[in-house]
């Protein structure tokens, strides 16, 4: 008699599958496990000989099976054999141990002073990972040394590694920060192939034209430049960019006129009919392109063409401040310390004034900004800006007077950090700017391209860039 079967019965569930599982994880213990087995140098069928400069410096014993686990490895291996030889420069010895640890632990600690020897390293042997790990350093890096030696010792490492992005990491610090470059003890020896990648970039931040062309002119003082590269440095000037009673002085200010004379009249006149001639005339009669660079200001950081608002909250010296009742209207006020009834909201705040255009056929027509750190939706809405959570805080900026069809903008927003450097510069799109997180936080907001070690960004200063529009067909 065959059994009776219970799979149908209710409540009766049959299965063979396992409910659950339960795993003892000791993955943790690997990595320092892996490293001290490196560290014992021993049970061994590999040998690693440290040469530097032709003499063997250093010698350690690997294991094979271990080694050829890790990607960041291979390129130990130039040929088959058993024996491997790391050719090092002498201040990167000392660092040749870790590296070798690292590809067993695939673990490194890593300080401000040899990350450079550590991408050296990598870079040489292939260690991609540890490579873009010792890239992200530099940023860190670079701002950390007032006299601007580290940055022109970098950009010069980076051009003879071949590291392209390193070189660009380097110029782009360069160029934001071109204003204190001038003015650093490095200045005198900045190479001249270093300025010739600089000078042509719109993106360095400097008072004025002016004051960039008296920088030069400092510079060539000390640097053992040929007149033909110096010449070539004055030709990337943007002579329009100054104003004609500047351009006129230039005779009796500059130690350079006189050796490059020809060259600065041919300039000048340039210059000047940029301000006197309307452009139409200028495009239908001179064939000139007056959406090229040279026609075009930088990030002019003067008084000029910028204002300043920082993001403090309580109080302001000299500078205009808003606040805003939580149960009354905007009112405005401008003191040199102004403490308002706890009841009141700060927003850091800034009306100012700038020519319509660098030409002097406009330098009587000015126009009006107010710029605002916003770093609430409430804020927002009381200055008439849509903003979401996820983009707080912002700057807003807002135009009045001075509309003309022909010339439009490319406002810029410079993120200072500890008044010491410009962190991060973006751009006004829909007269808003983004402010980027100063440090790596995981956030949903981009980071700064060079974090500011004090977590959070001590002003900004906001750029106005007019430049033509040679088709007439661009609104501001």
Known sequence: MTPPRHERDAGVVCTNETRSTHTLDLSRELSEALGQIFDSQRGCDLSISVNVQGEDALGFCGHTVILTANLEAQALWKEPGSNVTMSVDAECVPMVRDLLRYFYSRRIDITLSSVKCFHKLASAYGARQLQGYCASLFAILLPQDPSFQMPLDLYAYAVATGDALLEKLCLQF???????????????????????????????????????????????????????????????????????????????????????????????????????????????????????????????????????????????????????????????????????????????????????????????????????????????????????????????????????????????????????????????????AAIPSALDTNSSKSTSSFPCPAGHFNGFRTVIRPFYLTNSSGVD
């Open 174 to 432: 360069l160029a934001w920060n071109f204003e204190a470059l001038t003015q650093a003890e490095a200045w005198p020896s900045v190479p001249t192939d270093l300025l010739q990648l600089l000078l042509p970039r719109s993106d360095l931040a400097v008072p004025s034209e002016l004051a960039l062309l008296k920088a030069v002119d400092t510079w060539s003082w000390g640097e053992r430049a040929s007149h033909e590269e110096v010449e070539g440095l004055v030709e990337k000037i943007r002579f329009p960019m100054m104003l004609p009673e500047e351009l006129f002085e230039l005779q009796f200010n500059l130690s350079l006129y006189w050796s490059h004379e020809a060259l600065f009249q041919k300039k000048t006149l340039q210059a000047l009919e940029f301000h006197t001639v309307p452009f139409q005339l200028l495009a239908r009669y001179k064939g000139l392109n007056l959406t090229e660079d040279t026609y075009k200001p930088r990030i002019y950081t003067s008084p000029t063409w910028s204002a300043f608002v920082t993001d403090s909250s309580w109080s302001a010296r000299k500078s205009q401040l808003v606040y805003q009742s939580r149960r009354g209207p905007l009112v405005k006020y401008s003191s040199d310390y102004f403490q308002a009834p706890s009841d009141y909201r700060y927003y850091p705040y800034q009306s100012f004034q700038t020519p319509q255009h660098p030409s002097f056929l406009f330098q009587d027509k000015r126009v009006s900004w107010s710029l605002v750190y916003l770093p609430t939706i409430q804020s927002c809405w009381n200055y008439g800006f849509s903003c979401s959570s996820d983009e707080l805080p912002v700057l807003g900026l807002t135009k009045s007077g001075g509309s003309d069809r022909t010339i439009a903008y490319e406002n810029k927003a410079l993120m200072l950090c500890e008044g010491l450097f410009v962190a991060d510069v973006t751009d006004f799109e829909g007269w808003k």
